[in-house]
């Protein structure tokens, strides 16, 4: 049987996951979490096999939430799943060490399947996600400057295009103000903007916003 624990902070979202994940005979639902700090503490007493994590779980974003995962529970293998695009948040959680990637529009069947493979250690993207991974190359411009970020650059460009200040940033990803800075200016660099008005639009290109 596959353990599964849900982390969204919509109760609508978990209790309808459940039942999907449940209606599998080789799957079943241990615990769910509303906020990252829940969820930590429930990785403490409990072992599941895959975690089904939302991207933009309360109190750290999703991707900060899954570097602490790997770090203090390496065993535990996470699926991330979004209502943000697929093909920019992909790439970024798997780089972080996600084993997976779930947008909230892909079929229902997919839920199964993705914890399914997770679970037996391999990866899982869409057949969509890959396809637009190997075919988009000369389409989405916005796409393939993307592809230069890490993930670290992604989280800090996101909370940037939110509105959100240096000093928010720096605490948010538990950073000093002046690595943000130096993410910043490495943000210009790779996104070919020369000041944070076009680097903000740059991220509403990338549907960051």
């Known amino acids: 049987m596959i353990k599964v624990l849900i982390a969204d902070n919509h109760p609508v979202v978990r209790l309808g996951i459940k039942q999907v994940i449940e209606s599998a005979k080789d799957c079943e639902v241990i615990d769910t979490a509303s906020t990252t700090e829940e969820l930590l503490k429930k990785l403490e007493k409990i ?3 895959v975690v089904m994590l939302e991207m933009d779980i309360p109190e750290i974003n999703g991707i900060a939430t899954l570097r602490k995962i790997k770090q203090e529970y390496p065993d535990v293998k996470v ?3 979004s209502g943000q695009s697929e093909d920019v948040y992909a790439l970024s959680t798997i780089r972080a060490g996600a084993f997976g990637y779930l947008s909230k529009t892909a079929d ?3 839920i199964i399947s993705g914890i399914r493979k997770v679970a ?3 990866m899982f993207i869409t057949n969509e996600l890959a396809q637009r991974l190997a075919f988009d190359e000369g389409t989405q411009k916005p796409r393939r400057f993307f592809r230069k970020l890490s993930s670290r650059e992604v989280e800090v460009l996101k909370l940037l295009a939110s509105g959100k200040r240096n000093k928010d940033v720096a605490a948010g990803l538990n950073l000093n103000e002046k690595t943000v800075s130096t993410y910043k200016a490495r943000l210009m660099k790779k996104l070919n903007v020369d000041n944070l008005v076009d680097l903000l639009q740059q991220a509403k290109a990338l549907e960051l916003y």
Request: aromatic share 16%.
């Open 108 to 110: 229902l069947d997919y």
């Open 79 to 81: 699926l991330m799943y």
């Open 47 to 49: 072992t599941p096999d």
């Open 120 to 122: 037996e250690g391999n």
